[in-house]
């Protein structure tokens, strides 16, 4: 009997706790406060806009793009710096490896130029709402 009860409960109290973890964030926490666990989020300050910009553990990140690196290429997660949620994901190139892709975001075909010590395209991966250049 208590057998069968263990059973029985056993894989609900299971299925109930990773329906849990399966919605995500805790309560209280952003996208952006999840995310800067892991990732570096430096600096905190909102770029091109209102948006965070989050670099991958052991990758080059916005800290060090200001500083001057050359890294072919980067891939970031970008978050609203108000709500901390999710806006997408940004691209990067340096400039002299850009070869004409297209990136169509904001009305735009090609990569957007940073100013930056090394110049770098940009292509995001959302909508930014920023007027055609």
């Excluded at 970031?76 to 004409?100: K, N, P």
């Excluded at 009305?107 to 909508?127: M, V």
């Amino acid at each position: 009997m208590f057998l069968r009860i263990a059973l029985f409960v056993l894989p609900a109290v299971l299925a109930v706790f990773l329906a849990g973890v399966a919605q995500g964030n805790p309560p209280g926490i952003t996208d952006l406060e999840q995310t800067d666990k892991t990732w570096d989020c430096e600096p905190y300050v909102p770029i091109a806009g209102n948006y965070q910009h989050c670099a991958p553990p052991g990758k080059p990140s916005v800290t060090e793009l200001l500083a001057g690196t050359n890294v072919p290429s980067i891939e970031l997660r970008v978050f609203d710096f108000t709500t901390g949620e999710f806006a997408g994901i940004e691209s990067l190139m340096r400039a002299d490896l850009y070869q004409g892709l297209a990136c169509h975001q904001d009305g735009q075909d090609e990569w957007g130029l940073l100013d930056l010590p090394i110049d770098y395209r940009a292509c995001h991966r959302f909508e930014t709402g920023n007027p055609p250049l």
